[in-house]
Structures are given as structure tokens and as C-alpha cells.
């Protein structure tokens, strides 16, 4: 009988399921530098405009099959994210958090002229999509929140769908 109490807790918290988000170095995901100066408060993440943020939330990257998501905040624009693709189905969300913006401008930037990549759709914060774009995306967002910017490869194109790229939003 006491083993039996001594082996249910045990039981009860090998059950127990843990959900890890792990946060990127600066690396492969990293936002690009511009100009000679990194802060270390914002984790890689640079700034574009003159003036730096009150306060910087750390982005996140976390792959999920064949999805690449990366969380940002809205406070955290303008800037210029980085990031590759490996395999020939993969896409790569932004989650742009708290965006409060009447509109979103964001541009792709492959790193190969040959590459096939663009925004396939956008999620709004009402949960609504729109899509597929180009290159170059300019919405007009009429609710507040999260918003998502996805991004692939073009299935009426040619082209290889692997390869670094860049996505610039303002």
C-alpha cells in the first residue's frame, strides 16, 4: 500500500505536458543591421527609424513542419526581418501583435533573382484573409490586433522556392 502512494504522484507528474518556446539567437532569423549600432536590450532586433522604443518584446521563431512562424510586436516596426527557406514547401508567417495601424506596407526582398517567393495572404485581426500579392503588400487593416503576413512560394511561377530572403515592413 505505501508503494502505491509513493508511485502515483510520481505517475501523476511524468503525465504532465509541457508547451517550450524557445527564443532564436541571433542568427539565420536575426533582423538586419542598419548602421554600426546594436542595442542589446532588443535581442538582434534593430530599429529603423531614429528614435528607439520605450519598450522592445523579444520575437520569437519557432518551426512547426513545414511552417516557420516568427512573433513580433507592432511596436517594433519599421524594421527588416530575415530569414530562409530550406525545403521546397515551406512558409513563413509574421505575427505581428497589438497592430493598431490604419495600414501595413511590407516588401520581399529574395536573396537570389531567381527566387520563388511572395505574400500568398494576409490574416487579419477579425480572422478574415486576403491574397494571394506579390512582392510588395499595401493593406488598409480596419480592426485593430493580431495580424498575420504569410509567405511562400508562387504556384503559377517558376523558380526555385529555397533560399534567404528579407521582408521589410513599415
Do not use: H
Not at 532588443?42 to 529603423?48: A, I, P, S, W
Not at 516557420?68 to 507592432?74: F, G, L, S
Not at 522556392?161 to 513599415?170: A, E
Amino acid at each position: 500500500m505505501k508503494k502505491l502512494l509513493a508511485i502515483v504522484p510520481l505517475l501523476l507528474l511524468s503525465c504532465q505536458k509541457n508547451e517550450s518556446i524557445t527564443e532564436t539567437s541571433v542568427g539565420q532569423d536575426s533582423v538586419l543591421l542598419v548602421g554600426n549600432e546594436m542595442d542589446s536590450s532588443t535581442n538582434g532586433l534593430v530599429v529603423l527609424d531614429q528614435e528607439k522604443p520605450k519598450s522592445v518584446t523579444k520575437a520569437f521563431r519557432v518551426i512547426d513542419g513545414d511552417s516557420v512562424i516568427k512573433t513580433i510586436n507592432a511596436d517594433m516596426i519599421p524594421l527588416t526581418v530575415s530569414d530562409e527557406f530550406t525545403t521546397d514547401q515551406q512558409k513563413y508567417i509574421l505575427k505581428i501583435k497589438n497592430f493598431s495601424e490604419k495600414k501595413i506596407n511590407a516588401t520581399i526582398n529574395p536573396g537570389a533573382a531567381d527566387m520563388n517567393v511572395r505574400f500568398n495572404q494576409i490574416k487579419y485581426a477579425d480572422g478574415t484573409f486576403d491574397g494571394p500579392f506579390g512582392l510588395q503588400i499595401t493593406q488598409d487593416i480596419n480592426k485593430p490586433g493580431e495580424i498575420w503576413l504569410i509567405v511562400g512560394k508562387n504556384l503559377m511561377a517558376s523558380g526555385k522556392p529555397t533560399g534567404k530572403f528579407t521582408i521589410s515592413l513599415k
